[in-house]
């Protein structure tokens, strides 16, 4: 069964520490996996498309890799307004839909 | 340009009320889609449209109905609504099918008592 697990639930960081949020996946074949940002009472919004193993994506203080089991989203020396739920998705061979992890809060203090 | 529209935002309902949610899209998207959110849980495809006039059943069809009415409106028809369809639901567009990412609407966050 295709499955998506995303990891720590939460995350609590002072502002500049910099950390890592995983997802892994188990899927029949990798078509695309996607990152999704979300703030509170919003909807997700897109970060990034990652489709091969070793491809990696940057946008500011965000990069996103991806291996054949996993992908990580790291975050460089995080402000506040970083503080969102990240969401992870896989588009597989065996799906038309999309299999959604269930996120992760990201807390930055200043 | 206003993206991906949803209405109401807030909606209450007693048990077996019937109600539309609405949506509609300004980008020229072929696909739609109708998801539902709840804690801890990731996102789940209840309906979607992969191009005007065609409707599909996502993961969790049942208690709801769809109408993609046009090219930019999708809506979302709870018959007789239960209270395990308290949720926030997103609707969603893109230009076809999976592979391609989304753009949400703000959701509507519906309560049924």
């Known amino acids: 069964e295709d499955q998506v697990t995303q990891s720590p639930e939460a995350l609590r960081l002072q502002e500049g520490e910099s950390s890592s949020l995983n997802c892994s996946y188990t899927?029949?074949?990798?078509?695309?996996l996607f990152w999704y940002r979300q703030d509170p009472g919003k909807g997700p919004e897109f970060l990034f498309t990652?489709?091969?193993?070793?491809e990696e994506k940057e946008k500011e203080r965000l990069k996103a890799t991806l291996t054949k089991k996993e992908s990580f989203l790291h975050i460089t020396a995080p402000k506040p307004e970083d503080s969102a739920t990240y969401l992870c998705?896989?588009?597989?061979?065996?799906?038309?839909?999309?299999?959604w992890g269930a996120g992760t809060k990201l807390i930055i203090k200043p | 340009n206003a993206g991906v529209t949803q209405t109401p935002k807030f909606q209450v309902l007693k048990t077996g009320q019937s109600m539309t949610l609405q949506c509609a899209q300004d980008?020229?998207?072929?696909?739609m889609y109708w998801y539902r959110q709840d804690p801890g849980m990731g996102l789940r495809l209840i309906y979607y449209?992969?191009?005007?006039?065609?409707?599909d059943k996502g993961e969790v069809p049942n208690g709801y109905n769809v109408s993609r009415l046009n090219k930019r409106e999708f809506s979302l028809r709870l018959e007789s609504a239960a209270p395990s369809q308290t949720s926030v639901y997103f609707c969603?567009?893109?230009?076809?099918?999976?592979?391609?990412?989304?753009?949400f609407g703000p959701g509507t966050r519906l309560t049924v008592t």
């Open positions: 899927v029949s074949g990798l078509r695309g």
């Open positions: 998705a896989v588009h597989a061979d065996s799906n038309y839909q999309l299999i």
């Open positions: 980008m020229n998207h072929n696909s």
């Open positions: 990652l489709y091969s193993a070793g």
């Open positions: 449209s992969a191009s005007e006039g065609t409707t």
């Open positions: 969603a567009s893109n230009q076809q099918g999976a592979s391609y990412e989304q753009y």
